[in-house]
């Protein structure tokens, strides 16, 4: 078993702030949407319409908070963040009506997205370029580790089902950014980008980049398969018992603890990483066909086809993660990686908004068929990165780690 938290020095000192807020957004992840509509008092409509609204508005604003970590240094716009994502966290707790949700949401996920953007630059200037998908890696488990923790709190709130518990929720999750504000001031300071004579944003000009963020984001599609697609699945479509869901969760949870890091080892540059998500492809489409035999089966059959499904699926999600955790920094311009990154980020939480809409539509719409629909587009979106790859790196300057004849003259 690898070990959960990297050696000594910034590496480390990443995965423990990393640890520190995740528990408390475990246990919010598990118990937000009853918090908002038992002691807030909102309707789910409203809270669906509220936190798509706040994550558009947070995948804006990504982009020029990664900005603001590259011109003004990436640890002290982290810290700032955190402390920002707290308070906003900490201001749920006196929302009651539905335009302070919004605001508070809209803060919240602003600043989310910037402080994931903020730590990638952070990242970038503390640890070497042949080292950070490993470091992300540890990461990645990390906060799986966190989340699991986090959610089992968070089940012990909604068991006891008082406002009160709710309310030590959310004060758990806001207090664990302090927490993590306090963390990242342990870390070295990473010296401030000069700001260029152009001071317009170059990744929206960055026509490569924003291709392959974009078949990255078709890619996260995988996301709230978990979360959505497959509870959905299982209920409406299987004979499976409904407890298989909180299985399936666990067994994901625990093998990207556990497998994620020595998955990452083998992903050293661009070469490697189009590799990585190309079988990462051919696994999604293995997982899609799998999952769709499900359907129809007795109850053991279902379980076995379901279970099978989740292992591949948690192989595929690994793969990708690793290709693209190197494709996003290495295709990152030298001085512009908060920038880039908030651009990069940008993937998931489309991933989030949109995919909901795209699973039920294709899984609840069209059954079997919508299962090898989406491995299709899985496959065809892993295929297509490894040109988009060559052609973002065939643009840059600055040389990049493989595909030695793409860099430019």
């Known amino acids: 078993m690898p070990p959960l938290l990297p050696p000594a020095g910034?590496?480390?000192?990443?995965?423990?702030?990393?640890?520190?807020?995740?528990?408390?957004?475990?246990?919010?992840?598990?118990?937000?949407?009853?918090?908002?509509?038992?002691?807030?008092?909102?309707?789910?409509?409203?809270?669906?319409?509220?936190?798509?609204?706040?994550?558009?508005?947070?995948?804006?604003?990504g982009v020029p908070l990664g900005r603001v970590a590259d011109r003004r240094g990436p640890r002290g716009t982290a810290v700032l963040l955190a402390l920002g994502t707290g308070a906003a966290v900490a201001s749920f707790l006196f929302v009651r009506d539905f335009l302070p949700f919004l605001t508070a949401a809209c803060l919240y996920a602003t600043a989310q997205s910037g402080l994931a953007a903020a730590r990638q630059a952070l990242l970038a200037g503390l640890v070497a370029k042949e080292e950070r998908t490993g470091a992300l890696a540890h990461l990645q488990s990390t906060l799986n580790a966190g989340l699991a923790v986090g959610a089992a709190l968070g089940g012990l709130a909604l068991s006891t089902g008082t406002r009160r518990a709710y309310l030590a929720v959310f004060a758990v999750d806001a207090l664990s950014f302090l927490l993590c504000a306090l963390v990242l001031l342990r870390l070295p300071a990473v010296a401030p980008v000069p700001a260029a004579r152009d001071a317009k944003l170059e990744v929206l000009r960055d026509r490569p980049y924003a291709v392959v963020t974009l078949l990255n984001t078709v890619l996260l599609l995988r996301m709230p398969l978990l979360s959505l697609g497959l509870p959905l699945w299982i209920t409406e479509r299987t004979d499976a018992p409904e407890w298989l869901v909180s299985a399936l969760f666990l067994l994901n949870t625990g093998a990207v603890v556990l497998f994620q890091v020595p998955t990452a080892r083998s992903v050293t540059g661009l070469d490697t990483a189009t590799r990585a998500i190309r079988?990462?492809?051919a696994l999604m489409v293995l997982t899609c066909a799998t999952f769709a035999l499900s359907a129809g089966a007795p109850p053991w059959g279902a379980i076995a086809a379901l279970v099978g499904g989740s292992v591949l699926l948690v192989a595929a999600e690994m793969l990708q993660s690793a290709g693209s955790w190197q494709l996003g920094f290495d295709l990152a311009p030298v001085g512009r990686v908060g920038e880039y990154q908030g651009f990069f980020g940008t993937g998931v939480t489309v991933a989030r908004t949109l995919g909901p809409l795209v699973l039920t539509a294709l899984l609840m719409g069209m059954g079997a068929a919508g299962w090898f629909l989406l491995g299709t587009l899985f496959l065809l979106a892993s295929c297509a990165l490894g040109p988009a790859a060559r052609w973002a790196a065939g643009t840059r300057r600055e040389p990049t780690s493989a595909f030695p004849s793409a860099q430019a003259v």
């Not at 990443?14 to 528990?23: F, T, Y």
């Open 10 to 61: 910034p590496r480390r000192t990443l995965a423990l702030a990393q640890l520190s807020n995740s528990v408390g957004d475990g246990a919010y992840y598990v118990t937000s949407a009853l918090y908002f509509t038992h002691v807030v008092g909102l309707s789910p409509g409203r809270i669906g319409l509220g936190l798509t609204a706040a994550w558009a508005v947070g995948s804006v604003v």
């Open 279 to 281: 079988r990462s492809g």
